[in-house]
């Protein structure tokens, strides 16, 4: 069984940085993409940033410049550098990893909360 386990979520202030990580137990040759996800209370899910395996990463355009996603394959983990915080980026992210194949593993969420 696949597991994604999160970490690096917390209480920050307006203008501040936090780096997400998302550790998976699958085999990265299985990875299609990795990419991060957020809730905000009441709104929908939404893709924050998706990085294909040998494609071109991609962001959402609130958080393209000052978000920055990356992996590590030796590691076999994700990470969403998140600089210059703003309150409406409070939210749950999630990490998803799909594999090739088309099955999808999420991480168990992270709470990001910004303050003013």
């Known amino acids: 069984q696949v597991q994604l386990v999160e970490s690096g979520g917390g209480l920050v202030q307006a203008g501040g940085s936090l780096r997400l990580s998302c550790a998976a137990s699958i085999s990265i040759l299985s990875i299609k993409s990795m990419g991060w996800y957020r809730q905000a209370p009441g709104k929908q899910r939404e893709l924050v940033a998706e990085m294909p395996s040998g494609g071109t990463t991609n962001y959402v355009d609130s958080a393209r410049g000052r978000f920055t996603i990356s992996r590590d394959n030796a590691k076999k983990t994700v990470y969403l550098q998140m600089n210059s915080l703003k309150l409406e980026d409070t939210a749950v992210y999630y990490c998803?990893?799909?594999?090739?194949?088309?099955?999808?593993?999420w991480g168990q969420g992270t709470q990001v909360t910004v303050s003013s």
């Open positions: 998803k990893i799909t594999a090739w194949g088309s099955l999808a593993y």
